[in-house]
């Protein structure tokens, strides 16, 4: 494909098919192709031509148009995709139409431009692909020199020394006579063996090449641990399985020991995250004194790395801090936390929901529980806050569901901290919910109202305390639900009302003004003109006299 001859910068490749010659002429002319890090390796004008240079010439990249005689853009694009997926595909068109997009997406086309394209816009294109083909080629030549220093140590004998060591997997004779066979010396006063497992989801779907790609990982970790541990000269590693390498750290200082464990530790996960954006978790086992005992700071480190579900990734868990831990340890006690984090979900408090969360998170980390038991509170967590839920009226069957899918997320979370955010977006949800159910309440609270003032504005006993004995509620929550929901007071509106029914009586009738007074739900005649002419400007008379 690219090539590079005598130190000269590699260029890649170019085929350009179009059955237009002015068109194949303006792009082979107007593009700057060198500068741009590309060669015109040829033009074609149609897509059985282009095929016919393809089975003889390699290129990098094919921009052709859609419609061709013989073999057009799509059939070339499918050719491409079927013999020659390494080809990057780049199609101008002038058909707006989306079949052609959805079969370009199909045949793995990288750009679909409609005509005219400028020269200025195609050699933007250009300069990504180029970007792009230079990353996935330095990804694949890093593969590549891998997946070599892999064969070439396909048989690590010295690994397989140090794996059968830490595991007391043969006798302590067989150990001795492997090491002495294999130069490893081991002269020290104290062990301890760490476990580094690496973290990573593959998007590889293919199940060998994931396979493969797994164990280049594990061996590139491999050679890091390896260079750090050479550099300090405190220990050797060694290949373990399932995407883990194993540590037998080594001292004959027994006092730096454990901090230089942990120093050493964390650069190796550094380093590990710089060069190779990867996360690892590194669990240690506590120190042993006999090569005969490695093997318990190995079975420690197993143990330690159940502990990666409260720790969460990345995270180096010590054996020896997790015995000091347990002797202190805490008892997971949430009721109080539970009431207070239910009365933050009610008053919309997201600030105090996070540090009571945070604060439940930090009591289980201390009690050091396993996940059984965490599991246990979780549910009673989440119990408290759907009871919640279903005090507000919320459907119950929905409630259901989203609970049971919360538990099958959390079931599928591999840390605590994780866990955690899941609960904290499902109180927020929550706190959302709730309150949208009392607009809701309150809304129909409000139309009752408005519906009580209707039917009984003409008694004269009607006021803020009776409607709120009829709904059943404070006259402060209802005071404040009212005016949220019609913009008015009960008041404002119970006058609006009568001095409107007022108004009709008067253009209709020939009551007198106190028998209208009466009628609307004034005791008092003299008030209700008062109340009649702030309103509209006049008394009752003299709106009856120009209205009749």
């Keep these: 494909m690219a090539k590079k001859i005598m130190g000269v910068k590699a260029m890649y490749r170019v085929l350009l098919v179009d059955d237009e010659v002015l068109v194949r002429e303006a792009i082979s002319e ?34 052709t148009d859609i419609c061709m005689p013989y073999v057009d853009g799509m059939e070339l694009s499918e050719f491409i995709f079927n013999h020659l997926k390494n080809i990057n595909i780049i199609i101008f068109s002038g058909f707006d139409d989306f079949e052609y997009a959805k079969k370009a997406i199909k045949y793995n086309v990288k750009e679909y431009l409609l005509k005219p394209v400028t020269a200025s816009e ?37 690994s397989k020394v140090i794996d059968d060591l830490i595991k007391g997997s043969k006798t302590a004779e067989e150990n001795e006579k492997a090491l002495l066979e294999n130069n490893i010396i081991l002269d020290a006063s104290d062990y301890r063996v760490a476990i580094v497992e690496i973290e990573f989801d593959s998007d590889i779907k293919d199940e060998e090449q994931n396979k493969q790609y797994s164990s280049l990982m594990t061996f590139a970790v491999y ?46 996960s550094s380093k590990i995250k710089q060069f190779m954006n990867l996360g690892v978790t590194i669990g240690i086992g506590r120190k042993v004194k006999d090569t005969k005992e ?22 180096i868990i010590d054996m020896e801090d997790i015995v000091r831990s347990q002797k202190i340890n805490e008892e997971i006690i949430l009721e109080d936390r539970i009431d207070s984090l239910i009365l933050a979900i009610k008053m919309k408090d997201k600030l105090n929901i996070e540090h009571i969360l945070n ?97 009984n504005y ?26 949220n929901t019609t913009g008015e007071t009960f008041m404002e509106v119970l006058i609006r009302i009568r001095m409107q029914k007022a108004k009709e009586l008067l253009e209709n009738t020939d009551l007198k003004n106190y028998e ?25 008379s003299e709106y009856a006299k120009e209205k009749r």
């Excluded at 490695?294 to 995270?315: N, P, R, T, V, W």
């Excluded at 009628?519 to 209700?528: E, L, M, Q, R, T």
Aim: charged share 30%; proline share 1%.
């Design 122 to 158: 195609l050699s933007k294109i250009l300069t990504d692909l180029k970007e792009k083909m230079d990353k996935n080629k330095k990804e694949a030549e890093k593969l590549v020199r891998l997946n070599e220093s892999y064969n070439k140590n396909k048989l690590l004998i010295k």
């Design 30 to 63: 107007n593009i700057k192709w060198d500068e741009l890090g590309y060669e015109l390796a040829g033009s074609c004008q149609n897509g059985k031509e282009a095929i016919e240079f393809l089975e003889k010439n390699s290129v990098d990249v094919v921009l």
């Design 223 to 268: 050679n890091i641990c390896d260079e750090i541990l050479d550099q300090y000269q405190v220990g050797l590693a060694c290949l373990g399985n399932d995407n883990r390498v194993f540590i037998l750290f080594r001292t004959n200082k027994p006092k730096a020991f454990d901090q230089e464990v942990k120093s050493i530790s964390t650069e190796i």
């Design 516 to 540: 209208i007074a009466e009628k609307v739900g004034f005791s008092d005649p003299h008030y209700f003109s008062i109340a009649f002419k702030k309103m509209t400007g006049k008394t009752p």
């Design 458 to 483: 003409a008694d004269t006993n009607l006021n803020l305390n009776s409607i709120c004995s009829y709904l059943s509620i404070s006259a402060s929550r209802f005071s404040t639900i009212f005016k």
């Design 294 to 315: 490695i093997h318990i700071s190995y079975e420690e480190a197993q143990d330690s790395m159940k502990y990666q579900y409260l720790f969460g990734e990345s995270s």
């Design 359 to 455: 604060k439940m998170e930090d009591t289980i980390k201390r009690s050091l529980a396993d996940k059984n038991r965490i599991d246990l509170h979780l549910q009673q967590i989440i119990l408290a806050i759907n009871n919640t839920l279903k005090a507000s009226e919320l459907d119950e069957n929905q409630l259901n569901i989203r609970r049971n899918q919360l538990l099958t997320d959390i079931a599928k979370s591999k840390t605590l901290g994780k866990v955690m955010e899941l609960l904290k977006e499902y109180c927020y949800k929550a706190m959302y919910e709730i309150d949208m159910q009392k607009n809701i309440g309150g809304k129909r609270q409000a139309l009752l109202a408005m519906d009580y003032i209707e039917k």
